[in-house]
């Protein structure tokens, strides 16, 4: 059995997404990030920067894992799905992409531009630019391609979807 610590956000999402498809076990400890609930104590002793998502294993000795990529490869080490090795590096190259830019740039452009617009319109015309970058690699790469790591689908594509659907 696993708990998920999770909101209704895409980095929460992608765990969800991943616990469907490997059918494993779990119950949502659904964390209300609006009334500070990713702050207490024992959260931070799960996650220490206090962000969702994060898992307990249950049947692993209560293994902890923050971070959603890290939980990702967790979770399709364990179930041997999702994650092929013999095309683990190109899987590992897309999901890196989403943690380190697909998912920055899209949050800062909603910080800026959806929700504080008028607070900074470098930052506005900053991540703009970069999030229309991302959607046209994405677009060229998956005109080519059926998955993001190609013939396959990963766990590459099961952190970029809730991102950009
Ligand atoms: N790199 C982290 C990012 C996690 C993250 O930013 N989580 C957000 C929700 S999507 C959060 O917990 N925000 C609460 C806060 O910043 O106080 C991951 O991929 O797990």
């Known amino acids: 059995m696993i708990d998920l610590f999770s909101s209704d956000t895409?980095?929460?999402?992608?765990?969800?997404?991943?616990?469907?498809?490997?059918?494993f076990?779990?119950?949502v400890k659904k964390m209300d990030l609006s009334k500070g609930d990713q702050f207490k104590e024992d959260f931070k002793e799960i996650s220490p920067f206090s962000k969702i998502p994060a898992i307990i294993d249950h049947?692993?000795?209560?293994?902890?894992?923050?971070?959603?990529?890290?939980?990702?490869?967790?979770l399709a080490e364990k179930s041997g799905k999702f994650y092929e090795k013999e095309n683990k590096l190109k899987i590992d190259q897309w999901l890196m992409a989403q943690m380190g830019s697909i998912g920055p740039f899209i949050g800062q452009y909603h910080f800026f531009y959806k929700f504080n617009k008028g607070l900074s319109e470098v930052s506005e015309k900053r991540?703009?630019?970069?999030?229309?970058?991302?959607?046209?690699?994405?677009e060229n790469h998956l005109s080519k391609n059926d998955y993001l790591a190609g013939e396959n689908y990963s766990i590459a594509d099961i952190a970029t979807w809730p991102w950009i659907a």
């Open 127 to 138: 991540y703009f630019e970069m999030t229309k970058k991302v959607y046209e690699v994405l």
């Open 59 to 74: 049947s692993n000795n209560k293994e902890s894992v923050f971070e959603s990529g890290a939980i990702l490869i967790y």
């Open 25 to 27: 076990e779990y119950v």
């Open 10 to 23: 895409p980095n929460g999402k992608k765990i969800s997404i991943m616990l469907e498809e490997i059918g």
